[in-house]
């Protein structure tokens, strides 16, 4: 069973960082692809940025440049780093692991930037 647990989320300033954080159970976490979505209000989730089980990243036109997926596999935890964020980046951010033809979601982290 592959669950997922987001952290990080919170209230942050136009301009500002965050880091979330997704740990992931399961006895082969480290050959999951994994990625970022996100939901705001109103609107259809949508991808952010996906890193692959060997580390190959893709983003979202809209976070790219100053956005950074990571993995740390010894861990079981993948990161994203946004720097400059901005009203429009608000969302609540899930997590997701595809593994065995299956995709897994975290519950969800609620970003707010706002001054």
């Known amino acids: 069973q592959v669950q997922l647990v987001e952290s990080g989320g919170g209230l942050v300033q136009p301009g500002g960082s965050l880091r979330l954080s997704c740990a992931a159970s399961?006895?082969?976490?480290?050959?999951?692809?994994m990625g970022w979505y996100r939901q705001a209000p109103g609107k259809q989730r949508e991808l952010v940025a996906t890193?692959?089980?060997?580390?190959?990243?893709n983003y979202a036109d809209s976070v790219k440049g100053r956005s950074t997926i990571s993995r740390d596999n010894a861990k079981n935890t993948m990161y994203l780093h946004l720097n400059s964020l901005k009203p429009e980046d608000t969302a609540v951010y899930f997590c997701?692991?595809?593994?065995?033809?299956?995709?897994?979601w975290g519950r969800g982290t609620q970003v707010t930037v706002s001054s």
């Open positions: 399961g006895s082969f976490a480290s050959f999951y692809d």
């Open positions: 997701n692991a595809y593994y065995q033809f299956t995709d897994y």
């Open positions: 890193i692959t089980s060997d580390g190959s990243t």
